[in-house]
Structures are given as structure tokens and as C-alpha cells.
């Protein structure tokens, strides 16, 4: 388990009240969202950091607390006139009876009761720092089962094009004013362009298809790629394929395709593992650059209320930087590296385990870093023109038609049974990309080969995106214990879900796109991550869109009578049990006795408020283990905050060219009215 990171240090200024404060009777909750909190005695508490916020506190000892009004030890924090959403079974206290509206903070970072505000004054000494959280929600921090934020940190360094759908017009006149950004004429011939979160499916009209000619219009001779922003699809020009040296005699990588015409020749688009072959000879930012931006792509993950995080994508690099970050201090989160094995390694168990464990051994010790899982890919996207996630009947031709192809399997079930059954009995967990409907079947039937190999009951295995499963195979995860790990932001109407692939797919399968409820009542456990950056960091619009299946950008629902979830389910899932499915639900997910101080504190109650208005919610106050790393009243903390609220709630899946171009600070030849 993580060491709870260090707690504020009260502080002995004059400034701090000369007994215990007490706390006010609670009051209604508001009817819109508070703009800040009311902080009595925190900053004061704080003494010098608090000019700054609470952000590189250092912890007290225990032994320094004052008393609190019944004598015991006093609290480090209690927040209080909160709405509390303990996450346990009914929603109960979680510690001292009656309805839950105060959280006592312990000065080891862990809480030390919860109940009605008036039983816990008990705590407060003077010392204790208060914060009146005005009726809005307290609760366990969001936990993301599936998310990439050193990635984030990476593309977050070059242009995007925030997964605008554009005519070839439009997108050329972006790249042009890219091009001039990033080092204009001085940049001429070899400076890479790469670009980020590009629309696979979004060239106008509907039915383009990306070929390097397109690209290789524009007026420069420096290599260009567009990199998909689901992260399985690459678009070069052709002086990028001449440098990587692809021609049409370059073989498929394992685990990629290169998408060639009828001729035979290479088009530009890569996919999958086959991105590799041209990403390879694109310059690394210098490390002191791709830290920095690290750095800050964490601050708003913890602005957003993200307390822990499954990186579902590691190998030394990701580690490397991990380390660094924490040896600097700017590693707010705990977090869960997933080390990928690819195509190759799934073929042989004991060289993966040699692997894996050699990794481990080498960056165990660095803060803050839980090791025990595996990440494996069995299959691409679902959408067209990509269609390489597997099915288990083939995809259409868009006119109802049957096609030869079902997509890509990367690994067997037989490959990934044996990898399972060497990894779960060596006591790690995995956790397969599985999108299509055969994908989300291979990896039950390898699960079930593990647990009859092992004897295995509780590996705690796990199955991500789930975009389409087969009824048949609900049952099965309950049966197997397997979470299933749902991003649920993409279970809304719009150009991905509806025109790139109700055609390719048909209806009856298109119905059970991301099945929640159906998995939920089949007693499959959900978790929840956002996949970022595959979409923009937009925690609270995902919790919206799981329950509307709608969301902020959503055209309309999908099949929301079917699929939606309810409130408490949702927010279950996206705290205790993402904390189940990463083995810290003993220290993590609920706010109860004992269980680490790992809070947020909401500018609205989440719990009541119109589910449309759960979108814009704002985080006042995060915790990790009792220690403040976001403070929305500091000046990192609204520094922070700014960037969370500037990023567009609809995230990068479709907006149209104008938003790019004027969010680019710099005219690329056309009005953006």
C-alpha cells in the first residue's frame, strides 16, 4: 500500500483562535454552486503555506495535536456542513451514527470519524483546521481505472486539433497555421510537425479517406503526422514515410496494420502497433520539457478531483519519468502502473513475468507507485474507417451487407489464458484492451483457463472499454470475477457511435453498445476510467454521461432507458470500485473510519443537483492521505482550476474546425467569426 503523504502542519501564529472553534449548525444546501468555501481556522492553521495554499505542507506528529473539546486528540481538518457521500452499502455514516455531514481528518492521514456535524465537534482543537463545505458533496476521491497522463503530459507539447471534424479545406488551412507556429520558414526542410488528436472519423464529407497526398498538398517539406486522438491511428505525409523508410514492401508489424490502396501502396495511415514504425523517428522532447508538462497535467488531474490512477500504459520510459516526478515532489497522485506487454511477449509467459518483475524490482521504491498489474491489448477500434477491434460476425459494408473482415485479434485466448494463469499465480493482476465482442470473449476464455489452472478465486482481473459485448457473456464476469472497466463518456449520440458505426455493425448489435446496466444487473462489478487523452480530462461530464447516456455533447441519448446507470452507481463506480478493481479498496474508495483521507470537496451537491448541471462541477478541495494537493482558493489551485475549466466540456469528439482555430491564438488564413 501507498504511505498516506504528509498532512498540513498547524501552525502556533497568534493568527490561530485561542480555543476550540465551534462549528456552525448546518445549513441548507445551496441552490447553485458556491464559489468558494468558507475556510475558518484552515488557512490560519496552515500559518505561512497558507499564502500559497496548503500544496508541500509538512506532516505534525500526533503527539503535538491539541485536545479537542472531549479531551482526545484533536483533528488535523474537519470538514463540515457537507453532504457526504461515504460510498459504502446504503450510503450509510461510515463512523459515529446518524446522517453524515462532518469528516474528521487524523493527523496520520487517514480519517478519523464521520457523522452529524454536532458529534463531531468533538475533534476540533485549536489547532484543527475547519472547512465549511455549504451543503455541497464531500466524498472519496475519483479513482481512474484507465488512464494515460504521462501521455496527456506529452501531447499536451504540441498542436491539437482537438478532434475537430473538418473538409480537407479546412484541415489543410489548420496545419498551414500550424506549420507557421511551430517555427515557420526557419523550420524548413526537417523540423517534424506532429500533431495532435486528429479525427479519424471526422474528414468531411462523411465516407474521406486520409491518404499522405491530402497532406502532402500542403506548401512545406518538413515530415507531417496527424496522430489519432484514440491513440490506435497515425496519418503521415510522404516525406514521414520516406524517412521511416516504409514502402510497399514494408511487412505488418505484430499487432498493426499498414493501410495500403489497391495498388498496394501504403496510403499514410498507420494503425496500432504499425504507428511505431514512423513515431519512432520523431525527435523526444528534452526532458526537462516533457517533466514540466508531466507536471502540470497531474496538477489538473487533482484539480479535477482524480486521487488515484491506473497508468494502463508503462514500460521504463513512463517509469522513469514517474520517478523523477516524485523526486521532485510533483507526484500528487497514488498511482497503479500497468506494464504493456505487446503482441510478442503475450506468447511467452515466463519471459513477460522476467519482464514485469525486473521492472518492478528496479522502481519499486519510488513513492507513491503500487505495482501489480499488467496491461495487454487484444484488439484496435471499432469505428470506420479503422474497424480493427474483433467481432465475433464481421462488420458491414454500410449498406447492411456482410464483409470478410472481424477485425483484428491481437492475441488468442489460448496465449492469454497461459499469460493469465502465469501472471495471476505469480500474484499479479491483468488487464486486457478488449473493444469488440470477440476482444471482450477472448479475455473471459482466458480468464477462465487461469482460474481453472491456478485455483485461483479472486485475481481480480479486469476487461476495458467494453464498447460492445455479447449478452451470453454478461453473466460471465460476475461468474469469473472480472471488473469490467467502462468509459462511459463515449456512451452518448454522436459521429463516433452513430454515422462511423451503426451502418458497420447494424442495429441489433449497435444496441448493446457500452451495456452498464445490463452488466451491472448480470452482478458484474464496474469500474470507471476516462482513457485520457484519448478524450480530454472531463471527470464530472463521464459521471453525467454514464447516468444519461448524453452527456454535454451527446446529440441525443443512447439507449438510455437500457443502459443509463443510477447516481449512487455511478459515483460507486468511479471511486470504491475502481479502488476493488486496483486492490486498495482496503485503503481507498469510501469515506469510513480509517480508510486513507483521499477526499475531494465539490463546489455543488452531486448527489441532488439536476444531472445535467454534474457536468460543470467544480473541485474546492483535494485531498491525498490528509495532505492538500489541490486548493482551489491558492493561487496554484486556481491556476490549476483555470486550465480544468478551459478545456472544452464536450472534449475532443466532434467539434467543428472553427473551435480549433480559435483556440490556436494565431489566424491561419481564414475568419473564425
Same mark, same amino acid.
Given at each position: ?55 508541500? !505542507? ?45 469528516? !474528521? ?184 520539457? +516533457? ?31 514517474? *520517478?523523477? &516526478? ?79 473482415? *472481424? ?11 497461459? +499469460?493469465? !494463469?502465469?501472471?495471476?499465480? !505469480?500474484?499479479? $493482476? ?10 471482450? @470473449?477472448?479475455?473471459?476464455?482466458? #480468464?477462465?483457463?487461469? *482460474? @481453472? ?14 464498447? &460492445? ?17 467502462? $468509459? ?15 451502418? #458497420? ?20 462489478? +464496474? ?22 447516456? $448524453? ?7 443512447? #439507449? ?20 476493488? $478493481? ?92
Amino acid at each position: 500500500m501507498t504511505t498516506p503523504l504528509p498532512l498540513p502542519r498547524p501552525s502556533s501564529s497568534s493568527s490561530a483562535p485561542t480555543s476550540a472553534p465551534v462549528l456552525p449548525a448546518a445549513s441548507a444546501p445551496p441552490s447553485a454552486p458556491s464559489a468558494a468555501l468558507s475556510r475558518r481556522g484552515l488557512l490560519a492553521a496552515a500559518g505561512a503555506a497558507g499564502a500559497a495554499g496548503l500544496l508541500g !505542507a509538512v506532516s505534525t506528529p500526533a503527539a503535538a495535536a491539541t485536545s479537542g473539546s472531549s479531551g482526545r486528540a484533536s483533528a488535523a481538518l474537519v470538514i463540515h456542513n457537507a453532504r457526504v457521500f461515504t460510498g459504502v452499502e446504503q450510503d450509510g455514516p461510515g463512523g459515529t451514527g446518524g446522517p453524515a455531514r462532518s469528516v !474528521a481528518v487524523g493527523r496520520d492521514g487517514r480519517i478519523l470519524d464521520v457523522g452529524p456535524d454536532a458529534a463531531l465537534r468533538r475533534y476540533v482543537g485549536r489547532d484543527t483546521g475547519t472547512v465549511d463545505a455549504r451543503g455541497n458533496t464531500v466524498m472519496s476521491g475519483i479513482h481512474d481505472g484507465h488512464v494515460h497522463p504521462l501521455g496527456a503530459g506529452d501531447r499536451s507539447l504540441r498542436p491539437s486539433l482537438e478532434g475537430a471534424e473538418t473538409t480537407e479545406v479546412e484541415l489543410r488551412a489548420i496545419l498551414t497555421g500550424f506549420l507557421a507556429d511551430t517555427g515557420g520558414a526557419a523550420a524548413e526542410p526537417d523540423r517534424w510537425l506532429v500533431v495532435e488528436d486528429w479525427n479519424p472519423v471526422g474528414l468531411l464529407p462523411t465516407g474521406t479517406v486520409p491518404h499522405h497526398s491530402l497532406l502532402d498538398a500542403l506548401a512545406t517539406r518538413r515530415p507531417v503526422i496527424l496522430v489519432g486522438g484514440d491513440g490506435h491511428n497515425l496519418w503521415a505525409n510522404r516525406r514521414a514515410l520516406d524517412i521511416a523508410g516504409v514502402t510497399v514492401a514494408t511487412p505488418d508489424p505484430v499487432g498493426g496494420r499498414i493501410v495500403r490502396g489497391p495498388d498496394g501502396l501504403p496510403t499514410g495511415v498507420f494503425k496500432d502497433d504499425a504507428q511505431d514504425l514512423v513515431k519512432r523517428h520523431v525527435p523526444e522532447p528534452s526532458r526537462a520539457e +516533457l517533466v514540466a508538462a508531466c507536471a502540470a497535467v497531474l496538477e489538473l488531474a487533482a484539480a479535477s478531483g482524480v486521487t488515484t490512477m491506473m497508468d494502463a500504459l508503462v514500460g521504463r520510459h513512463e517509469l522513469d519519468l514517474y *520517478r523523477e &516526478l516524485a523526486g521532485a515532489g510533483r507526484l500528487p497522485q497514488r498511482i497503479v502502473p500497468a506494464i504493456r506487454l505487446d503482441a510478442a511477449q503475450a506468447k511467452d509467459p515466463s519471459a513477460a513475468l522476467a519482464y514485469a518483475r525486473g521492472l518492478r524490482r528496479e522502481f519499486e521504491g519510488v513513492p507513491g507507485l503500487r505495482f501489480g498489474m499488467v496491461k495487454v491489448f487484444l484488439d484496435g477500434v471499432i469505428e470506420h474507417p479503422a474497424q480493427t477491434a474483433a467481432l465475433l460476425e464481421p462488420y458491414l459494408d454500410g449498406a447492411g451487407k456482410p464483409t470478410a473482415n *472481424r477485425g483484428e485479434l491481437y492475441t488468442s485466448a489460448a496465449d492469454y489464458g497461459r +499469460l493469465t !494463469a502465469a501472471f495471476n499465480a !505469480a500474484g499479479w $493482476q491483468m488487464h486486457a484492451h478488449g473493444l469488440g465482442d470477440r476482444a471482450v @470473449r477472448t479475455a473471459l476464455d482466458g #480468464y477462465a483457463y487461469a *482460474r @481453472r489452472a491456478t485455483k485461483l478465486r479472486d485475481p481480480r482481473n479486469a476487461v476495458a472499454h467494453l464498447q &460492445l459485448v455479447d449478452p451470453a457473456d454478461l453473466r460471465r464476469f460476475a461468474q469469473l470475477g472480472v471488473t469490467a472497466c467502462m $468509459q462511459l463518456q463515449w456512451a452518448a449520440r454522436d459521429t463516433w457511435t452513430m454515422e462511423a458505426l451503426l451502418p #458497420y455493425i447494424g442495429p441489433r448489435r449497435h444496441r448493446w453498445m457500452y451495456p452498464a446496466r445490463s452488466l451491472e444487473r448480470a452482478g458484474a462489478r +464496474l469500474s470507471g476510467g476516462s482513457d485520457w487523452p484519448v478524450d480530454a480530462l472531463q471527470v464530472w461530464n463521464q459521471l453525467r454521461t454514464a447516468i444519461d447516456r $448524453q452527456g454535454a455533447h451527446g446529440s441525443g441519448p443512447l #439507449y438510455r432507458e437500457l443502459e443509463g446507470l443510477g447516481r449512487s452507481s455511478v459515483l460507486r463506480m468511479h471511486t470504491s470500485g475502481t479502488a476493488w $478493481q486496483l486492490r486498495q479498496e482496503g485503503l481507498t474508495g469510501t469515506v469510513e473510519r480509517g480508510r486513507a483521507a483521499d477526499l475531494v470537496v465539490l463546489d455543488r451537491d452531486v448527489t441532488r443537483c439536476p444531472v445535467a448541471d454534474i457536468s460543470g462541477t467544480e473541485v474546492r478541495l483535494t485531498l491525498v492521505g490528509g495532505r492538500v494537493v489541490h486548493d482551489a482558493d491558492s493561487a496554484a489551485g486556481k491556476a490549476a482550476s483555470a486550465r480544468a475549466a478551459s478545456r472544452p466540456v464536450s472534449g475532443p469528439r466532434p467539434v467543428s474546425a472553427t473551435a480549433v482555430h480559435g483556440g490556436r491564438h494565431r489566424a491561419c488564413g481564414c475568419a473564425t467569426g
